[in-house]
């Protein structure tokens, strides 16, 4: 694209501010990226409670009024940082709604208000572009806390307004999560009452806010193209298939790009040594530390790594079953970092004291410990149920850690399944959401690592070698702009109602990305 574009993202997260997971290293990593290529692009997040003012060297920007349905006004600050000390990040400011700790919830806990603190989030940010005189082409919404974005700039501020030719992009990192709550809630966001109907928002009685986001952005995508075609299925869609089949010409599946100045063993500063595709010896004192950490006996077998969050998603409650199962028979230790579910963490914080020496946990979150996992195993594990895309698979490749993958959305696009007659692939991947998938999967790599060093040592450096930087997946997301930006303009040249998004025809450029 000969322009550079301005460009907002709104997100809920952005990692090294504030993250819970893939989301936030997806802002954090595109906006870099196309910071680097030329383009204005700024990001708009809450200033939560864990945001430390002074490290991040935070100013005050401005003060906003912003105005809710019901006559609720609402006077906030914006401050002003530095991602990476490169993108700028404007910091909503209200302590009422985000002045307590935790993102969404605290103690597992979701916050009773989370509807109306960002519905409040998602107009401040539009203020801001007023009274700061940022006018994006493009506003990156991202997930349900930034859906209702779209809404707005399609109805509160269509006519005579600076931000009238503003697109919007929509991006569904993960559609098991959708923002559904009491319809009691929709009069706070100050639509007008049609909107509260079945084809835009209502949802068997609720208010659906990804659903909101999916009705008026203008173009749609998620994070990786197995994923795209998943949620157009009726499984898949989560209640939503219907809708996104409508939009389908405008939905395109880009996956996600990988941080590999955080997470490459060559460079890495959190792990005990480094090591690369070419030479390999820093890896076996990476083994050897994270044995002593975990009170992992020093002994000659595979490590399996697993570092998630503990909800049904992620599948371990499958993997649960095949470890006790396969722990007592094989020669194999595990090395667990996580937490979620109590029932979860019950299961795997006491695996170390039923295989003392064998299994290792901390139950919690510790990003040196992810890094350590990542460096220090044989083989990762993702049996995830459904998986949008996925990132640790991704850094287990760089890491010479080959993954073990339920093949599901984008597990499959970044997985090359290993063939033992041809010696081609990058990882395990198995087919049925069971334990029994899950062990059949552990059974093949354990077998490999024991049975043909030479051939599991030339798996390593095919994962190794594997290329997720965030350069294509930045190409990709600005042909996605450029779509939203015809779209917009088509709108403004339609007649009648500029409310509803208009009924295009089927993008061939977006069949492609698919």
């Not at 906003?64 to 909503?92: A, I, R, S």
């Not at 307004?161 to 559904?180: C, K």
């Not at 994070?223 to 010409?249: C, K, M, Y």
């Amino acid at each position: 694209m000969a322009t550079p574009l301005r460009i907002l993202f709104v997100a809920s997260e952005c990692a090294s501010l504030a993250k819970t997971g893939g989301l936030g290293d997806v802002v954090s990593g595109l906006t870099r990226q196309l910071k680097r290529e030329g383009h204005d692009v700024r990001i708009f997040m809450p200033l939560y409670d864990s945001i430390d003012r002074a490290r991040h060297h935070l100013n005050f920007d401005l003060s906003l009024c912003v105005h809710m349905g019901g006559n609720k006004e609402f006077w906030c600050g914006v401050y002003q940082g530095l991602l990476e000390g490169e993108v700028p990040v404007q910091f909503l400011e209200y302590q009422g709604f985000f002045g307590r700790p935790g993102i969404y919830d605290f103690v597992n806990r979701e916050y009773a208000d989370n509807p109306e603190r960002f519905a409040f989030f998602s107009k401040a940010c539009l203020q801001w572009c007023k009274d700061s005189g940022f006018i994006p082409d493009v506003v990156h919404v991202h997930d349900w806390p930034g859906s209702p974005v779209p809404a707005f700039l399609k109805t509160w501020d269509r006519i005579l307004s600076p931000l009238s030719a503003t697109a919007s992009v929509l991006t569904i990192h993960n559609i098991g999560y959708q923002g559904v709550y009491p319809g009691s809630v929709f009069p706070f966001m100050g639509l007008s009452d049609d909107c509260f109907n079945a084809e835009i928002c209502e949802d068997h009685g609720r208010m659906n806010y990804l659903k909101l986001g999916v009705h008026y952005a203008d173009a749609i995508t998620t994070v990786s193209p197995t994923h795209a075609g998943e949620i157009l299925s009726p499984d898949g869609g989560r209640g939503l298939a219907p809708f996104l089949n409508a939009r389908s010409g405008d939905l395109s599946g880009i996956l996600n790009g990988a941080d590999y100045s955080e997470w490459s063993p060559e460079t890495d500063r959190w792990i005990p040594a480094t090591y690369s595709a070419d030479d390999l010896s820093g890896k076996a004192e990476c083994r050897r530390k994270l044995r002593e950490r975990l009170g992992l006996t020093e002994r000659d077998c595979p490590i399996l790594g697993i570092v998630s969050r503990f909800v049904e998603q992620k599948g371990l409650h499958l993997a649960s079953t095949a470890l006790d199962r396969l722990l007592p028979e094989l020669d194999f230790q595990v090395a667990v970092l996580g937490s979620g579910d109590p029932g979860m963490e019950s299961y795997y914080g006491g695996l170390s004291s039923r295989f003392p020496g064998w299994a290792g946990c901390h139950i919690g979150f510790s990003n040196e410990l992810s890094h350590w996992i990542q460096a220090g195993c044989d083989f990762f594990l993702v049996p995830s149920l459904y998986e949008p895309c996925g990132l640790t698979q991704i850094y287990s490749l760089r890491y010479g850690t080959p993954p073990i993958v339920r093949a599901t959305g984008g597990l499959v696009d970044t997985v090359q399944p290993y063939d033992p007659e041809t010696d081609a692939g990058t990882g395990f991947l198995f087919t049925d959401p069971t334990a029994e998938g899950v062990e059949d999967g552990l059974r093949r790599a354990f077998a490999l690592w024991h049975q043909s060093p030479e051939k599991f040592r030339r798996l390593q450096e095919r994962g190794m070698r594997e290329d997720f930087s965030w350069e294509k997946p930045a190409a990709l997301y600005l042909e996605v702009y450029q779509h939203a930006m015809e779209n917009r303009r088509r709108l403004q040249e339609t007649d009648g109602a500029v409310s509803k998004p208009a009924k295009l025809a089927f993008n061939p450029m977006l069949a492609r990305l698919r």
